[in-house]
């Protein structure tokens, strides 16, 4: 079946736009994550959605930064006012609702942000 | 606060020759630790987590508490083992903290 699925791949924006980056997750995975990979730098964790609701937004960077997810599906990231320094890889991952322990969370291909 | 060290960028090694990738945690209760790997134009993927004690793809992974460290080993690297490998701890919450990464090279 499908994995998960990012868009854009790439996305060049200028310094001070906004961006949307969209994530399609497994079909029937409840949780969604975001992460940001900066170059030479490993994954953040930005947030984490459990159905609809965000019970983890501790590594949104900045009040720039915002996500929403509708239906137990599609999720987007938003980053208002671009800085330089958003430059980063965004992964998208989901994962299966699992009872107890570790639900192997799947990746997305990512979109590469450049802000100019 | 939960860390993951992963103190080599690159690690460089032979066909056949044996290969360590060192990860070092901080984390104050019992995490669960994962080794992710992502292949050359391919996406991340889980490689092994400690609580399977598996082995994979002739990799393996023991969690050593007292030294907090859940080091990658493969006693004969192969050439498709190039790669980025990314240690991740998960603590009380389903985010995982990831390293920085090694890249590994195997020549041939």
């Keep these: 079946g499908a994995g998960v699925s990012q868009s854009p791949s790439n996305k060049v924006t200028e310094k001070g736009k906004d961006v949307e ?4 997750p497994i079909s029937g995975h409840t949780a969604l994550y975001w992460y940001r990979q900066r170059l030479g730098q490993g994954l953040e964790f930005l947030i984490y959605f459990q159905g609809n609701s965000a019970p983890d937004k501790s590594g949104l960077p900045s009040d720039r930064f915002s996500a ?24 998208c991952a989901s994962s299966a609702p699992l009872a107890g322990g ?8 990512g979109t590469r942000l450049t802000v100019l | 606060a939960q860390r993951v060290t992963q103190p080599e960028k690159l690690l460089s090694v032979f066909k056949g020759a044996p290969v360590e990738l060192k990860c070092n945690y901080s984390y104050s209760g019992s995490p669960e630790l994962f080794w992710y790997v992502q ?19 002739g990799f393996t992974a023991d969690l050593n508490k007292g030294e907090t460290s859940f080091h990658l080993k493969k006693p004969f ?3 498709e083992d190039s790669a980025m490998y990314y240690c991740a701890l998960q603590g009380n919450t389903d985010k995982l903290i990831f390293g920085t990464g090694t890249r590994l090279q195997v020549f041939p």
């Design chain 1, 68 to 91: 929403e997810r509708t239906g137990e599906s599609v999720s987007t990231l938003t980053i208002q006012r671009t800085q330089q320094e958003d430059s980063a890889v965004y992964l």
């Design chain 2, 77 to 79: 690297a192969q050439e």
């Design chain 1, 21 to 24: 980056l969209r994530c399609d």
């Design chain 1, 102 to 109: 570790y639900n192997e969370q799947f990746f997305g291909p």
């Design chain 2, 39 to 57: 292949y050359s134009r391919q996406r991340l993927q889980l490689l092994l987590r400690h609580i399977s004690r598996e082995s994979i793809k």
